[in-house]
């Protein structure tokens, strides 16, 4: 271990309006810390700039599920093993569901929280991709109040967000009109299990006529954000599943994402490996679509 | 604080060559190289004390590519960056490449691959003026730790006492880097008096210490109409990193196994180990076969083509038989039948049925499938003439009670050892298994019965210990103390008898080479090892076109190591082998930059998790071995020799491209399938996805 405990303040008031209060009296210096997955990691590693720590897992309302006829609202604090395991979210945003179980091993999905992997903002974060295509929207709560912001606006840049520094995700809301989707989630990191992603896919899709009615794709470590491919959905919509659709679409990938080359892999594997998984996703489209 | 100058005895890590400082004096040669040590009694001070330190380097041109140190173009080591070189040579070369129906050429190339043992490099080290240096670690070695400690500190043998404690996995990798850290913690403690600990953490261990080397293999064999190998030349270069090291030693096992299980008429084999200004490259399971090994198994496939033979008959066609000699001109005594090695592990794979079905399936869809073979060898036991000269003691104690003890320095590091030293002694003594005890290696305690290394522990050191253990019946049946046939309890009445009257009942045994073994190290010819093992590995693998990524999907291998001493074990070992090796195919990538590893976390340098392995499906023949201890061989290493080539050989089969290199990654398998080569690509960026 790399940092000295000594040097850091951990506080676990255990009470929402405590916390606010903590944030907003010195905004900048006090970190939220819910599982801790990622911020331990940086700790250990000496690399975690925040000598001021509040803990946030012991806050009941943070980590309800709750469902509401049109909405389902996820605490920020809820776990990835509380995702995995709730039969709402299992059925109804099997993305997400999904998603929840790649990240990292069991250990951290007992611990990860889904507040924590939309703060972390990192692009390659396996949940977020799911978000944007289930039109999320996120609660911010601070002393000045409430704030909704949907999910599309919240990342802003490389690890820049709607978020400010004396506020806290509250929870996300995902609307409940997806069921009749056809869904497709693949992951493609260096291994099968415990591997950040190098491209990941969640892919909502619905057919009307025999023609796409609507198509939402969303992928990760492609860009410095997690992306929702807008003109890629636009181009595809009233388009019948066929050949020529395939290589149109892939095009459409390639110019909508901003792959690079890093320690994990390249820009032009990212590139292809991303279109072919849209791809897929449209051969699995068009064959629900003949067994329906 | 200690610097070189602090140094009691002679600044180097003795080994081979004692060409590696404890501590640089005047210049590094690798990026990890260590210049100063500090301690503190509160280790979280530390971090403070080394941000205050700066250290000040004048730049010299570095080497960081086998190509660049052999241009000679900028000399860091010698006078021609090479640590060591062999030749060997079988036959007229010359000779045969006129009479050749195919001449085929090929490069192969292996990358560096990280131990990772469970728990980092570790060590406390203790001084007292009186009793000088003791060293507990993390290590497989402990009469290696032992002889660098002396020449560091300038203290007799008797002033330096190491203990081996319960180690968490080695792979080679606790052979040559604990002496290193082992020298640093003691340096610390006859400087401060004090006990000093020092543990690395993951990123400092995968940073600064011994990887598998990375190498180049060049083949060009000379091959007849049908198929059979007339002669050729092999050119093996590995990497060695900055200091010589194990080099030489990885170089000759290497060197020994280019041929692989195959007759070679004639053959010139070239080796050279070469410098990098990388921190040095060391013993990893396998050490220098897996790499030359990968090179053969690959090029056997290739042969196979170009005669217009399938990858099954070129291996028939060329397989050793007994009374032939290998590439050292050793000649095989063993009744060994690779033929029929290769039928059976083709009969367990339904290799024939598979590979007909896939060449059908792989029409049409997006997962391609294939099957790969690899047929190979591996010598047990020190190279050459190096059990002479290792001239190993191990001893077999028995206390007043009964109770018998092994005395080794061989070392458990999970690969079953202990269970198995016990075995055969309580064997040899006709004592229940319970009745035997192992020592822990302490060199006040245990004798040098040598390294825990090259898959020598069963066959050497375990006949070692059965015929100490044959010395204590020996003297209490000489003594007549104890008859022909006996029970436990007469076993320890004896004893204690012949304890009371002598005082103690110990035996020992020292190694001697049999006398039918010839080995010349001038000209590399030779009997190389007292014996191999044999293996021949079937890989089922698939290659994903949507991700471009391979997998393994079933995997059989097949060996025969004479007498399995412990079943469990034993296929404990080679699941365990032929999982690191699938990582070594597939996974493990160290990505360096200027010399030095830069994924050195878990998270970025990729080792296989059991969701990415096949099911290993184990195998062994038996045909008994003169040597062994009951017939056994070694297998430790073994299993890291053919899973590579065989799992590339699949991928081959399966898409029909000829990767030469391993890791194979996804981006690799990507590439070569695109029409147009990668574009220019500038320094790529240093923004992170975490």
């Known amino acids: ?94 993305l997400l569901a999904a998603a929840a179980s790649w990240t990292g091993g069991i250990a951290n999905q007992n611990r990860g929280t889904l507040g924590g992997n939309i703060a972390n903002a990192s692009p390659a974060a396996d949940s977020l991709p799911a978000l944007l295509v289930y039109d999320a929207e996120v609660t911010l709560i601070s002393v000045r109040g409430n704030r909704r912001v949907a999910y599309r606006d919240f990342h802003q840049g490389y690890k820049q967000t709607a978020l400010a520094a004396d506020e806290l995700i509250r929870d996300i809301s995902l609307p409940r009109r997806f069921s009749g989707y056809v869904s497709h989630a693949r992951k493609v990191g260096a291994r099968n299990a415990q591997a950040i992603s190098k491209v990941c896919l969640a892919a909502l899709g619905i057919i009307a006529n025999g023609a796409i009615r609507d198509a939402r794709l969303a992928l990760g470590s492609v860009a410095p954000i997690p992306l929702r491919l807008h003109e890629t959905e636009r181009s595809l919509a009233g388009k019948k599943i066929e050949p020529s659709l395939i290589g149109t679409v892939r095009q459409s990938v390639e110019r909508e994402i901003r792959p690079i080359d890093d320690i994990r892999s390249t820009a032009r594997y990212r590139a292809a490996v991303a279109a072919n998984l849209v791809v897929e996703f449209l051969e699995k489209l068009a064959t629900e679509r003949t067994r329906a | 604080m200690v610097t070189a100058k602090d140094i009691p005895g002679k600044n180097c890590i003795s080994l081979i060559l004692d060409d590696q400082p404890c501590l640089a004096a005047e210049t590094v040669n690798h990026p990890e190289e260590p210049i100063l040590l500090l301690a503190h009694a509160d280790c979280r001070m530390l971090r403070k004390a080394v941000d205050a330190v700066s250290i000040e380097y004048e730049p010299l041109p570095p080497v960081h590519t086998m190509e660049e140190s052999e241009r000679q173009s900028t000399i860091i080591w010698g006078t021609d960056n090479a640590f060591k070189s062999y030749l060997v040579e079988k036959g007229d070369v010359e000779a045969v490449w006129k009479d050749a129906a195919h001449i085929v050429e090929g490069e192969y190339f292996t990358g560096a691959q990280e131990q990772l043992y469970i728990e980092n490099n570790g060590v406390i080290a203790a001084f007292d003026p009186e009793d000088g240096v003791t060293v507990w670690g993390s290590l497989q070695c402990p009469y290696y730790v032992h002889k660098a400690l002396m020449a560091l500190c300038g203290l007799p043998e008797d002033k330096i006492r190491v203990v081996q404690m319960e180690t968490g996995g080695a792979f080679g990798g606790k052979e040559e880097y604990p002496s290193m850290i082992a020298g640093h913690a003691a340096l610390l403690s006859i400087k401060s008096q004090r006990p000093v600990k020092i543990v690395y953490d993951r990123m400092e261990d995968m940073v600064a210490t011994t990887k598998r080397h990375p190498s180049r293999t060049r083949h060009r064999t000379a091959v007849s109409k049908d198929g059979q190998i007339l002669g050729g030349e092999i050119e093996f270069t590995i990497d060695g990193g900055a200091y010589a090291t194990l080099s030489s030693v990885v170089l000759s096992r290497g060197t020994i196994h280019a041929g692989g299980p195959y007759y070679w008429p004639s053959v010139r084999i070239r080796a050279k180990a070469v410098a990098t200004n990388t921190p040095p490259h060391g013993a990893f399971r396998g050490f220098g076969a897996p790499q030359s090994l990968f090179a053969m198994e690959r090029h056997m496939d290739h042969i196979a083509q170009v005669a217009g033979i399938s990858p099954v008959e070129v291996r028939r066609r060329n397989f050793l038989k007994p009374g032939q000699t290998t590439t050292t001109e050793q000649t095989i005594r063993e009744d060994i039948d690779l033929d029929h090695l290769l039928g059976r592990a083709l009969e367990l794979s339904d290799y024939a049925a598979k590979k007909a079905r896939f060449a059908e399936e792989n029409r049409s869809g997006m997962r391609k499938k294939g099957m790969g073979i690899a047929a190979f060898l591996h010598g047990a036991g020190f190279t050459g003439s190096g059990e002479r000269y290792l001239n190993s003691l191990v001893g077999v104690e028995a206390g007043a009670d009964g109770g018998v003890r092994v005395l080794v320095s061989s070392a458990e590091f999970g690969q079953g050892t202990n269970t198995v030293l016990c075995q055969i002694a309580a064997e040899a003594l006709a004592l229940p298994y319970e009745g035997v005890m192992i020592a822990r290696p302490d060199t006040t305690v245990v004798p040098n019965s040598g390294p825990t290394v090259a898959s020598r522990t069963a066959m050497i050191v375990g006949t070692l210990v059965q015929s100490a253990a044959q010395g204590i019946k020996q003297t209490l049946m000489k003594t007549g103390l104890l008859g022909d046939n006996y029970t436990p309890e007469q076993f320890r009445a004896s004893c204690g008898q012949f304890i009371r009257t002598h005082g103690a009942l110990k035996s020992y045994a020292r190694y001697e080479a049999p006398g039918d073994v010839y080995w010349d190290d001038e000209k590399y010819r030779g009997e190389a090892y007292a014996a191999f093992a044999w293996a021949v590995y079937v890989a089922e693998v698939s290659v994903d076109l949507t991700t471009y990524a391979v997998t393994v999907d079933d995997f059989v291998a097949l060996q025969e190591v004479g007498k399995v001493l412990h079943p469990v074990l034993a296929e404990g070992q080679i699941t365990g082998g032929v999982a690191q090796a699938i990582g070594f195919a597939l996974y493990e990538k160290v990505v360096w930059q200027n010399g030095r590893m830069i994924n050195n976390q878990m998270t970025n340098y990729i080792m296989p998790t059991s969701a990415d392995l096949p099911p290993i499906r184990v195998f062994f023949e038996q045909l008994g071995n003169v040597h062994g201890a009951h017939g056994a061989k070694g297998i430790g290493e073994l299993p890291m020799d053919g899973p590579a080539p065989a799992i590339v050989n699949g991928v081959e089969d399966a898409i029909g491209v000829r990767f030469r290199s391993i890791p194979l990654l996804p981006e690799d398998v990507f590439e070569a399938l695109q029409p147009e080569p990668p574009r220019q690509q500038g320094p790529s960026s240093t923004r992170g996805t975490t």
């Open chain 1, 1 to 94: 271990m790399r940092a000295d405990p000594a040097e850091f303040r951990l506080v676990s008031p255990g009470d929402l309006q405590v916390v606010l209060s903590l944030l907003a009296s010195e905004p900048t210096e006090w970190l939220p810390i819910a599982g801790g997955t990622d911020l331990m990691v940086l700790y250990s590693a000496g690399k975690l700039p925040n000598r001021k720590l509040v803990n946030i897992w012991n806050i009941p309302e943070l980590r309800q599920i709750e469902v509401f006829p049109d909405t389902i609202r996820i605490g920020a604090a809820c776990t990835y093993t509380a995702l995995r395991g709730h039969d709402d979210v299992s059925r109804e945003f099997p």
